[in-house]
């Protein structure tokens, strides 16, 4: 079209144009995934299927039982279903995050229940801080706090280099407020996090808030690092890697920040969440035994995974009450 034949058009459409020096600009997309805050189940990510090759799966993970019987638990009913962590306060009551969003306080001796808040995702990790918040990772909205005195919820954390957080896992906090965080994946959502094991590709991160709110990237390619912790003079963090079948140190302080070792691998079942470390002990959690035919997938081809996770069940079934 001619230049003024051009200028006739856009003429007719306005009366003005104005131009403007732009500082930056915004990216809806990145690697595929949306750039916003999660509001709602995006839709199902496709797989990148990465080759792994593992050692055998122990044989204790064949066991159904332990050697030394574990101590009878006594079980508490609650209100919501899913709760996946548990934290005690000062006070000894517990708290626990379940699948609708609320965060829960129970008396283990009055069994009363107490809703403190709702962050309106689906929280995950929780941790007590030395300053008496309670530190929350939500796998929608990011690395959150809640104030008891004030009854607040705040976000920490809820971007990192412009991208929101993915899937935040767990969290511990130095006594200077220093916050040490986990994302599992940055490939899937809570949703579908069985993709990040099919794939067999690491795509989880170990971070860093400091006090001031800058957010340091420690770690990257882990195999969806979950629960962790600081040893006792906070020279250190022991975190597993529920896909990696490991338990990990990462050294913060000291002559020797930023070496990393593996103190125990190819665990009998998948690592999930860490207990505060105490007495020099402290619990790991296993969610579930190995299974031999998921660590064979690994080597399985491209096309097999594509298609057994086109037909898996992406979303978690209905919510049934549970017990903590």
Request: hydrophobic letters at 35%; aromatic letters at 8%.
């Amino acid at each position: 079209v001619a230049r003024g034949a051009t200028r006739q058009r856009q003429m007719a459409c306005c009366q003005a144009i104005h131009a403007y020096e732009v500082e930056d600009t915004f990216s809806y997309c990145r690697q595929g995934r949306p750039t916003l805050p999660q509001v709602k189940a995006e839709p199902t990510p496709g797989l990148e299927p990465a080759k792994r090759q593992l050692p055998p799966v122990p044989k204790r993970s064949l066991q159904r039982h332990s050697d030394t019987p574990m101590p009878t638990a006594l079980k508490l009913p609650i209100s919501g279903s899913s709760a996946e962590d548990v934290v005690a306060d000062g006070l000894g009551h517990l708290i626990c995050g379940v699948g609708d969003g609320r965060i829960l306080r129970i008396d283990p001796r009055s069994r009363q229940e107490e809703t403190l808040c709702s962050t309106g995702g689906r929280p995950l990790g929780l941790e007590m801080g030395p300053d008496g918040r309670l530190i929350i990772c939500d796998a929608h909205k990011g690395l959150l706090a809640f104030d008891f005195s004030r009854r607040q919820l705040t976000t920490l954390v809820q971007f990192v280099d412009t991208v929101p957080l993915r899937f935040c896992s767990n969290a511990t906090m130095g006594a200077d407020g220093t916050i040490w965080f986990t994302e599992s994946t940055t490939r899937f959502d809570f949703e579908n996090f069985m993709g990040a094991f099919f794939e067999h590709r690491p795509s989880g991160r170990l971070l860093r808030r400091d006090p001031n709110g800058k957010v340091t990237v420690l770690l990257e390619n882990l195999y969806f690092p979950n629960g962790l912790t600081l040893n006792q003079d906070e020279s250190a963090l022991l975190f597993v890697e529920t896909l990696g079948y490991r338990l990990s140190r990462l050294w913060v302080a000291g002559e020797r920040a930023g070496q990393l070792e593996v103190l125990a691998d190819n665990l009998p079942g998948f690592p999930d969440n860490v207990s505060r470390l105490k007495d020099g002990r402290f619990w790991v959690a296993m969610v579930n035994t190995r299974s031999a035919a998921l660590d064979r997938l690994g080597q399985s081809a491209s096309w097999l995974r594509k298609g057994l996770w086109r037909f898996l069940p992406q979303h978690p079934g209905p919510e049934e009450k549970q017990t903590a």
